[in-house]
């Protein structure tokens, strides 16, 4: 089986733990005022419904938690990845029909 690899995939992974990081930065800047974190929970929302649903219904998560913040970074990066795979692997079967059916017949 072939290992699926996308370039597409690479770069929203990227782009999403460039953004994390930005984020995590701002909230280290703006630390102890109210809602710091709150745009870093936002991009973390996918990690923290996964682990809510996992854990039955409780789960918190803040940027002063190391440990969930590094985790909630690796998961949304897989999580940009695969979205980016699908839509690769999406665009490119499009391209191939296309090509397949401008051939000429036997």
């Known amino acids: 089986m072939r290992r ?3 370039w597409t995939g690479a770069a929203f992974a990227a782009l ?25 929970s936002l991009a973390a929302l996918p990690f923290t419904l996964v ?27 897989a999580l940009a990845y695969l979205a980016g795979l699908i839509a690769e692997a999406v665009i490119r079967a499009i391209a191939r029909l ?3 059916s401008r051939a000429p017949g036997p």
């Open 4 to 6: 699926p690899r996308s």
């Open 16 to 40: 999403y733990a460039l953004a994390f990081i930005a984020l995590y930065v701002d909230y280290v800047r703006r630390s102890g005022t109210w809602f710091a974190d709150l745009p870093l």
């Open 51 to 77: 682990m809510r649903t996992l854990n039955g219904g409780s789960f918190a998560f803040g940027g002063d938690m190391p440990g969930r913040v590094i985790a909630a970074g690796l998961f949304g990066s």
């Open 98 to 100: 296309a090509l397949h």
